[in-house]
């Protein structure tokens, strides 16, 4: 079963650096996700990507966070210089037509700001 | 106020039991409905979309109120591998899923 995959699975980083989370969605598939999880808290979304654009973004996706889709595979989400506040898990999904139907997400990127 | 508001639990169940879980939502505008299922510290993962009409997948039943914004999950005859947090998600407009904080099931023998 096809299944979106995300690199690494945990990253360490101090304050003030700048992180590059990687994902790979299933293959056939048009629209990409970046959703957070700060420990204990719900599931928040940040921003949406169809058609090599942003389509729909969240307060929480601000000039330090980007997104960018370098090759026919790949789906990245940068943050430019983290803060301990961006300490969380990063899930990426995608779904294929319409949006609307199921999102698929991977298993995460654990992201430890120090 | 929140958009979509669930019970935490934790719901403390034995093996066997019927469980109903619900959940209310502030948007009026909201257009897709869905219950996930979110095991500790992994992905959530589609338990079932959520129709007007209700619905059903084996052992769980979903059902919508969009006059009251209410969303409902039963699960009957609990089993050991339902132990999960369960999530309400809607879609307020675009394809953005907003997710409740999930509601803690915990199924004992």
């Known amino acids: 079963e096809p299944e979106v995959t995300q690199t690494p699975s945990h990253q360490v980083t101090q304050m003030g650096q700048e992180v590059i989370l990687r994902c790979v969605p299933i293959?056939?598939?048009?629209?990409f996700y970046w959703y957070r999880q700060i420990l204990g808290q719900k599931v928040e979304f940040l921003v949406s990507?169809?058609?090599?654009?942003?389509?729909?973004k969240s307060e929480i996706f601000d000039d330090q966070f980007s997104v960018e889709r370098p090759d026919g595979s790949n789906f990245t989400l940068k943050i430019r210089s983290t803060k301990l506040e961006d300490s969380a898990m990063y899930f990426c999904?995608?779904?294929?037509?319409?949006?609307?139907?199921?999102?698929?997400f991977g298993p995460g990127t654990r992201l430890t700001v120090l | 106020r929140k958009e979509v508001e669930q019970d935490p639990g934790p719901f403390n169940v034995p093996e066997g039991a019927t469980v109903a879980f619900n959940c209310t939502y502030s948007?009026?505008?909201?257009?897709?409905f869905f219950w996930y299922r979110q095991d500790c510290r992994k992905e959530p993962k589609l338990l079932m979309s959520?129709?007007?009409s209700g619905n059903e997948d084996g052992r769980f039943t979903a059902q919508l109120n969009r006059a009251s914004q209410y969303i409902s999950l039963l699960i009957r005859d609990s089993k050991l591998s339902d132990s999960a947090t369960y999530l309400c998600?809607?879609?307020?407009?675009?394809?953005?899923?907003?997710f409740g904080k999930g509601t803690t099931l915990s199924v004992s023998s």
């Open positions: 999904a995608s779904t294929g037509t319409g949006g609307k139907n199921t999102q698929y």
């Open positions: 990507f169809y058609n090599n654009e942003i389509s729909e």
């Open positions: 998600v809607v879609i307020q407009a675009g394809t953005a899923l907003i």
């Open positions: 948007n009026s505008a909201s257009q897709s």
């Open positions: 959520v129709y007007s």
């Open positions: 293959s056939n598939h048009l629209y």
